[in-house]
């Protein structure tokens, strides 16, 4: 995870296959911010038409807004963000996730507020980073 300069308000997601055949990051993500009982909201816009299928050594992409059309509403509850959890979701669009996930410590000064939503996994970084 990285913040971005541009777009302002945005996090950047990258997940890389380590591994030695091809696999697949479906839909979005499940992003979650410091002990948030729920993730928060996708981005339906930023489907892709395919999964991100990845061979071996290459990257997906899906980037986090930050904060949404309310961004410095009160009502929008904001926060400074501590630490971002990611999980994954399965292939069969069941619900729920696969795999352990991570924690990861969010970059210094990140804020978010209740309108932070995520895109699905992209293809490119410049797509992920469209939304």
């Avoid at 541009?6 to 410091?34: E, I, K, M, Q, W």
């Avoid at 729920?96 to 309108?115: E, L, M």
Wanted: charged share 20%; with cysteine.
């Amino acid at each position: 995870m990285s913040k971005v300069s541009r777009p302002v308000n945005h996090l950047l997601l990258t997940v890389t296959n380590t591994g030695s055949r091809a696999c697949s990051a479906y839909g979005a993500p499940f992003v979650g911010f410091d002990d948030a009982q729920a993730p928060i909201g996708r981005i339906e816009e930023s489907r892709p038409q395919a999964v991100a299928t990845l061979a071996p050594g290459d990257s997906a992409y899906a980037s986090v807004v930050l904060s949404g059309e309310r961004g410095g509403d009160p009502d929008a509850h904001g926060r400074t963000v501590r630490q971002v959890s990611v999980h994954f979701a399965p292939g069969d669009g069941s619900g729920g996730s696969v795999g352990s996930g991570r924690t990861v410590a969010a970059p210094s000064g990140t804020y978010a507020d209740d309108d932070a939503r995520v895109s699905y996994w992209q293809h490119t970084l410049d797509d992920a980073l469209t939304y």
